[in-house]
């Protein structure tokens, strides 16, 4: 609340205007009195000179004094409360609620004083009890923020500590008395809190994270928390990720190793095999020997392909392998690999159906690769599709490329199933007893294969209704070839 008050001209001039005020009605008194004089002497028909003439002028002059003396007393008496009034209005105003006010009597002014006295004893009762609350909130503050176990401050725009808790203090007990109330934090506190939030590694081993956020006046609040037994779980996730990183690559490093040290004998078996089975060198006596050649050479070959497989996947996984582009019709290698299955499906007793039309476009691709995602689309295809059933192959233009299509009629697979099926080594019949066999291998390959394309393959499954299994591939690619290292193992 805010009161003004006229300043000390105002005042004198309010007491000259008092005091013309009452001198003007006491000389209007002394002028009658004259003109009476003068009647009185008329109408007592006084000589001329008996009239004494000085005497009147004396006794008019005389009242005239008179009555300026009574106008100047009573002018002082109501002015001088007045200005009283006016200087403690003005202490008031300025915030000196202790100014005191003197008494004064029954009438306007003293009713104006009252009004004054009580105004004054009202506003310092408002800030007495402003002053309270803000104590008493301040109190309760301090007191749920000593609880908390994270370190708290709260600092002015002055750079003086307003609020600090002891746990502040015990993290950086070098910096305690920076911390405390009212204290002015110094240069080398506030250098250390300049971030405005970050980790930091305190003298006893602990970590600490700092949280710092600036108040509209300047300030800020500070909170420190205690992160050291978050930083140990990352300590040890880490050096979980870090071991997991290492047995995974010499995991790699020992298949790639072994595919390699196990594909030159069995290079030689099949080479072996085959001689015998085509009787090379003449006829075998027995049949049964060349029966268990047949036997061999099969074995041999399957065993091989499981160990390029195995191989394939370590140099995916290592980012080792690259693609060698060709453009060719796409039909082609549709075609091939059609050709290569095409008996295999006869002697499962498996319909297979091809629909390409003529127009396919020419794509830019690694034929070798992109036939063995092919040959393992449809192997599977025909693993899992029981005797009389239909594999059919189909493709066609889309809007991203070339999309080609496996759908067979076999025993499905559940939709949640599907993301396993895309992991190496992994089985969605698990058990002993499954009746399919396999290494998991053949799925997973032909994804990240069709991954290194740039293209994506989509697997659309239910159990009993068969299994569609898409593979788009992009337009053309231009670069002359593509690292595994650029498609995420």
């Keep these: 609340m805010r009161i003004r008050c006229t300043d000390s001209a105002a005042f004198t001039s309010l007491r000259v205007k008092l005091l013309l005020g009452f001198m003007g009605p006491i000389a209007m008194t002394g002028l009658l009195g004259i003109v009476a004089v003068h009647s009185v002497a008329a109408s007592g028909q006084l000589a001329a000179q008996a009239y004494d003439r000085p005497l009147c002028a004396g006794a008019a002059a005389t009242a005239l004094l008179i009555g300026m003396f009574i106008a100047a007393a009573l002018a002082r008496r109501i002015v001088a409360p007045i200005a009283a009034a006016a200087r403690t209005a003005r202490r008031i105003a300025a915030g000196d609620l202790e100014a005191e006010i003197e008494p004064a009597g029954r009438d306007e002014l003293g009713q104006l004083l009252t009004a004054i006295s009580a105004m004054r004893d009202t506003i310092r009762d408002m800030r007495e009890r402003e002053a309270m609350a803000r104590r008493s909130a301040l109190g309760r503050m301090a007191t ?29 007990p070098a910096h305690a008395a920076a911390f405390a109330e009212d204290a002015l934090i110094p240069p080398e506190t506030e250098a250390m809190l300049a971030h405005p939030s970050g980790e930091m590694q305190i003298a006893d081993g602990r970590w600490v994270r700092l949280s710092r956020s600036e108040r509209p006046d300047g300030g800020f609040v500070l909170i420190a928390s205690d992160i050291t037994l978050l930083k140990e779980r990352e300590a040890v996730l880490q050096a979980a990720k870090d071991q997991a990183e290492a047995a995974n690559r010499a995991k790699t490093e020992f298949l790639t190793n072994m595919s390699h040290e196990l594909r030159t004998p069995l290079t030689a078996i099949i080479g072996f095999s085959e001689i015998i089975v085509n009787e090379s060198f003449g006829t075998v006596g027995q049949p049964k020997y060349l029966e268990f050649a047949d036997d061999i050479l099969h074995s041999g070959r399957h065993l091989l392909d499981v160990i390029n497989d195995m191989l394939d996947i370590a140099k995916l996984q290592s980012a080792t392998t690259e693609l060698r582009l060709q453009r060719f019709p796409s039909r082609t290698i549709i075609d ?21 039309p003529s127009n396919l476009p ?111 591939l992009p337009a053309p690619i231009t670069s002359p070839a593509i690292l595994a290292g650029e498609v995420a193992a």
């Design 362 to 472: 020419t794509i830019e691709a690694d034929p070798l690769r992109l036939r063995q995602v092919l040959l393992n689309l449809l192997s599977n295809a025909i693993k899992f599709t029981p005797r009389g059933g239909t594999v059919s192959v189909s493709a066609e233009p889309c809007e991203a490329g070339l999309a080609i299509t496996v759908r067979d009629t076999g025993i499905g697979m559940a939709a949640e199933d599907i993301p396993r099926a895309l992991l190496p080594f992994v089985q969605v019949d698990n058990s002993l007893s499954r009746k399919h066999g396999g290494t998991g291998l053949g799925l997973p390959l032909s994804k990240l294969f069709v991954d290194l394309h740039g293209g994506k393959l989509d697997i659309s499954s239910a159990p009993g209704e068969g299994t569609s299994v898409t593979v788009v």
């Design 336 to 356: 091939a690999a059609v050709r290569i299955v095409r008996k295999n499906a006869e002697q499962a007793g498996i319909k297979l159906e091809v629909a390409t």
């Design 144 to 172: 749920a923020v000593e609880g908390l176990h994270e370190g708290i401050a709260l600092v002015g725009a002055d750079r003086r500590v307003i609020l600090a808790n002891a746990q502040l203090a015990a993290f950086f």
